[in-house]
């Protein structure tokens, strides 16, 4: 079968916007022997020895610090400590770095003892101050709450007015352990007063309000839940505020001022989860609500019986004439739900006849044909799309109503149909999304027919009334097209109106490769991973210069004084040095943000937050230079590409990706996309670290490699993320045939699925991707492919 013919089927499984997507499928399979491959140019972090000298082992304790080896880290200060000739400068970052690494691994007593052992020999060292502050944290894990608040105090006495508000937060936390709740909280209300970030305040505020609620002081948590509504522009975050403000009222025996709180949830935020609550709340208690209302709530939180007994009350006690469309709507789609589909069209006809010029009139012409083909009657469904497209073109649902008709033919094997709906579609919409979408399935359909002529003109409609990236698609497949008829030449110019169509997007990529030979994914002839890094900096500094009319001749590097004096950047240098990761980074990105069309601050702040290991804030920074400049990453000078596409922990990607016989490159891509190399990232189904493992993957993982006494959290280490993310990444190749494509659509969407997409559209990775039936995973595949071209463009030699 040709290529363009399993393409065919590839589309149609990945452009399903009728049928839901099918659950995943988890791995089970047990993996084989990796394949051997050639070294890469960077050695892997070397063991200490005992020949080398104190600032290579500091250099490795360090090293291994870095990558959440706390253990070893532990172990290798210790080897430098046991050396008092190493001189006090190496001997004082010892005790300290091997307190953190204890702190960090949650070895609360070694914590302690190592960081009274700097504090006792180093009390003048400018760490002192943070080494108060860690020790006070590792005493708290070990209960010892009066040393505890000691150690806080005297830190705040070293460093008054920087990050008082968290030094307050931690001795209320102490009190509140010890049952002297009035006590945390006067402390508590000195942290907010104190002052801090944003979205850390709000986290304190609502910590705060939720201890008064308990403790019985309604009105001071209700002050507290006020003042987060006053800042607070999240629609979901207010609607969560709004109903615990109204579960203290309640709490505190203030039924009437809950009720008030409950009643804005669900006017104000009807669609969240908040308002289903709030209004369980008011019915439990006996109060009315307004049946309108209540049935949107309840359609919105699934509970589509309780939605049409509420509709149904409110349809009987309003006149008709006063029913807003919006309410025939929803009491249509919940009938719907429930498999009463002859109700369902009664409501949406309603629509139709009482409201021919709302706009709620062409959204009850296609419930109708959506309800006739949930109902099982697809001829029913496409009369009454087609009688829509007809009767009313110049509706906005016009353009659907004919992809739909479009693809419940193709769908009943009806091609010639399909294909004649789709084109109509493309000239009568063009630039249309639902047009672009049809014009791509009558290529897809015309192709499975062999009728090539008609893909080739379908393509051409694409591509001259498209635009970006539905353009570079069009060319790539004409490109293919004609390279498949032999037709050299043709290809080669469909490729090249291609790759300038999106540049920097997939289907420009791929078209580059295709022009170049290059297979997907394929990797360089060798690596380059060093670089005159001093020259290359002087270079970018050139650019700077030139393109933003920067005056200054001197370094531009250096933080400027008014960065250096910035309480943000203090503020947030200082909770990063006390581990208060998720604080300091909501000061550094507040930062960022407030400078990202300040092109020289913006490259300070990448350069000094590169520094200290804010690594995906600084890769932000760069990205704010080019976004301003309008450039994409690889028309910046290699300096500056490079930061925005680095290779952090290259000392660990590099021996994994060894291992296991795939290319460095794709896995440093997998982690920019998955976590922009940030350790600690977290996502909603629980993913963690720099390569984001779930749960249940990451506990399969642990067993494979016999990791011992594993926990999630071990996710947030990298030298585990990344261990667990090399190995589940060479897992899904292998058990592929090391087709690229299909392993990463297995890594994010499981293997089961992307076995399912395998089958449908066969290995060539352009089809694959095409066919991909989530469109998260497709994209997902897509961003890879575009990063990985970024890293093999800046880090492949030969």
């Known amino acids: 079968m040709g290529l363009l013919l399993v393409f065919t089927g590839a589309l149609l499984a990945g452009c399903d916007l009728i049928a839901p997507p099918p659950q995943p499928i988890y791995i089970t399979a047990t993996p084989e022997e990796p394949l051997p491959t050639a070294s890469p140019t960077l050695p892997p972090t070397p063991i200490p020895t005992p020949t080398d000298t104190p600032d290579v082992t500091l250099r490795i304790a360090e090293a291994q610090l870095r990558n959440g080896q706390y253990e070893q880290a532990i172990t290798t200060y210790q080897t430098l400590l046991d050396q008092p000739q190493a001189g006090a400068d190496l001997l004082a970052a010892a005790a300290y770095g091997q307190g953190e690494a204890a702190l960090r ?74 049952g002297q709740t009035a006590e945390a909280l006067a402390q508590y209300e000195q942290a907010v007063q104190a002052g801090r970030a944003l979205v850390p305040l709000l986290a304190l505020r609502e910590k705060v309000a939720q201890i008064y609620a308990n403790a019985g002081q309604t009105a001071a948590a209700v002050t507290h839940y006020d003042a987060i509504l006053g800042v607070a522009r999240n629609a979901g975050y207010r609607a969560e505020i709004l109903f615990l403000a109204g579960q203290a009222l309640a709490l505190g025996g203030d039924q009437a001022g809950a009720f008030v709180r409950y009643r804005q949830v669900m006017a104000d935020y009807p669609d969240t989860p908040y308002a289903y609550q709030a209004l369980q709340a008011l019915q439990e208690a006996g109060q009315t609500v307004d049946p309108a209302l209540w049935g949107r709530i309840s359609f919105a939180a699934g509970d589509y019986n309780s939605a049409i007994t509420a509709l149904h009350q409110y349809t009987s006690q309003t006149p008709l004439s006063e029913i807003p469309p919006a309410v025939h709507l929803t009491l249509g789609r919940a009938y719907r739900e429930v498999g009463n589909f002859s109700a369902a069209w009664t409501a949406f006809q309603t629509v139709i006849d009482l409201a021919p010029t709302s706009p709620e009139f062409g959204v009850a012409l296609l419930e109708q044909g959506r309800t006739r083909f949930v109902a099982g009657d697809t001829a029913g469904a496409i009369e009454r799309y087609r009688y829509l497209a007809e009767t009313y073109p110049q509706l906005p649902e016009a353009a659907e109503a004919l992809w739909r008709i479009g693809y419940l033919y193709d769908a009943q094997a009806q091609a010639a149909e399909a294909l004649a709906i789709f084109e109509r579609l493309g000239k009568s919409y063009p630039g249309n999304q639902w047009a672009m979408n049809g014009l791509l399935r009558a290529a897809t359909i015309a192709l499975k027919q062999n009728d090539l002529a008609t893909a080739e003109r379908v393509l051409a409609a694409l591509g001259a009334t498209g635009t970006g990236q539905d353009v570079a698609a069009a060319y790539l497949w004409l490109g293919r097209l004609a390279r498949q008829n032999g037709n050299t030449a043709q290809a080669e110019s469909a490729f090249r109106a291609a790759a300038a169509a999106d540049p920097g997007g997939y289907f420009s990529i791929r078209a580059e490769d295709l022009l170049a030979g290059r297979g997907a994914f394929e990797p360089p002839p060798s690596y380059r991973f060093e670089f005159e890094n001093q020259v290359e900096l002087g270079q970018a500094e050139d650019w700077l210069r030139a393109t933003f009319g920067i005056t200054q001749t001197e370094a531009l590097w250096p933080l400027s004084e008014r960065l250096a004096a910035d309480p943000r950047l203090i503020a947030g240098r200082e909770l990063w040095a006390v581990l208060a990761v998720s604080e300091a980074s909501e000061e550094f990105y507040s930062l960022l943000d407030e400078y990202k069309d300040d092109p020289l601050a913006s490259y300070q702040l990448a350069i000094w937050l590169r520094g200290i290991g804010a690594y995906p804030h600084s890769i932000t920074g760069v990205a704010n230079i080019l976004k301003k400049a309008n450039i994409p990453t690889l028309a910046a000078p290699p300096y500056l590409a490079r930061m925005r596409y680095p290779i952090f922990y290259s000392d660990l990607v590099i021996p994994e990706a060894q291992r296991y016989g795939f290319d460095p490159l794709l896995l440093f891509a997998l982690i920019r996309q998955e976590s922009l190399f940030d350790r600690y990232a977290t996502a909603a189904a629980g993913e963690k670290g720099l390569t984001q493992v779930i749960p249940g993957t990451g506990d399969y993982i642990a067993t494979r490699l016999n990791w011992p006494d594993y926990d999630h959290s071990d996710l947030f280490r990298p030298y585990a993320s990344i261990a667990f993310g090399a190995y589940y990444l060479w897992e899904q190749l292998n058990r592929f045939g090391f087709n690229i494509p299909v392993g990463l659509a297995a890594y994010n969407a499981g293997p089961g699925n992307a076995a399912s997409w395998l089958e ?17 995973t497709r994209t997902y595949v897509r961003r890879l492919y575009e990063h990985y071209h970024v890293y093999r463009q800046l880090y492949g030699a030969g």
Do not use: H
């Open 760 to 776: 449908a559209s066969g290995s060539d990775p352009d089809v694959f991707i095409e066919g991909i039936g989530f469109e998260g």
């Open 105 to 178: 691994a949650g070895q609360f007593e070694a914590a302690v003892n190592a960081l009274t052992l700097f504090l006792a020999r180093y009390p003048a060292d400018e760490r002192a101050p943070w080494a108060y502050f860690l020790r006070a944290d590792a005493l708290m894990g070990l209960g010892q709450w009066q040393a505890a608040a000691a150690d806080f105090q005297q830190y705040r006495q070293l460093r008054p007015g920087i990050i008082d508000s968290y030094v307050y937060e931690r001795l209320g936390d102490i009190l509140l352990a010890q």
